[in-house]
């Protein structure tokens, strides 16, 4: 069983451009959640999408955006990148929306903005 | 809304000696609740979950947990500490949001094992 990646892993850019995160769930999982951690803290719930459509938001603006696709597989966009975006961004695949489903992470995508 | 509440950003104890990470929530209704692991340049990596079917809840590499609802909390604990355990714990707490599970994290702690 294949578990949750994500590409690439480091990525460095200058404020105000574009970034494109992409992640893989597990096998037979349909939910995609997409989480953002600053450097000692602990993560923050950006948005999940579920069988391709979003179906809930955390705090973060609209420049934060992503998709689904097909084979449940997902992409984090953020444009107009600012210095705070300097983070880990975390992907989580689940089976479904239940309150006790486990969420299981990939490793992360280390972001630097300068 | 639902929150948890990690009591010690930094905990240190010898190898061998018991490790007790400290978890609080705050929740209106009967929580679902994770303790995850992180070690260095990694993601996350489930410890264990309480979903209400036992109180006492049994996790990978020797760790465990108990959920006590009269005092909220939601201790990590292992009886003897290897060098292997020694990364950032985060307990986190499952709420549903405009229909999608969020988790929300604590601060984390950090876990330091002397020899």
């Known amino acids: 069983e294949t578990g949750v990646t994500q590409s690439p892993t480091h990525l460095i850019k200058t404020r105000g451009q574009q970034v494109t995160l992409r992640c893989s769930s597990q096998?037979?999982?349909?939910?995609v959640s997409w989480y953002q951690q600053a450097l000692g803290q602990g993560p923050q719930f950006i948005f999940q999408?579920?069988?391709?459509?979003?179906?809930g938001r955390g705090n973060f603006p609209p420049r934060f955006s992503g998709l689904q696709f097909p084979n449940y597989s997902s992409e984090l966009n953020v444009n107009a990148l600012e210095l705070d975006d300097s983070a880990l961004y975390l992907c989580a695949s689940s089976k479904g929306l239940a309150g006790g489903d486990t969420q299981y992470f990939g490793p992360g995508t280390r972001l630097t903005v300068l | 809304a639902q929150s948890v509440t990690q009591l010690g950003s930094h905990v240190s104890v010898s190898e061998g000696a018991l490790v007790l990470l400290r978890c609080n929530y705050s929740s209106s209704v009967p929580p679902y609740l994770f303790w995850y692991v992180q070690y260095p340049n990694q993601g996350l990596q489930l410890l264990l979950k309480?979903?209400?079917?036992?109180?006492l809840v049994k996790g990978i590499n020797g760790f465990e947990a108990e959920f006590k609802k009269s005092e909220t909390s939601f201790h990590l604990t292992k009886p003897s500490a290897h060098m292997s355990d020694a990364a950032e714990y985060f307990c986190a707490v499952s709420t549903i949001i405009q229909g999608a599970q969020k988790l929300v994290f604590g601060q984390g702690t950090r876990l330091t094992i002397n020899p």
């Open positions: 309480y979903t209400s079917a036992a109180t």
């Open positions: 999408y579920y069988r391709e459509e979003e179906n």
């Open positions: 096998s037979g999982h349909n939910t």
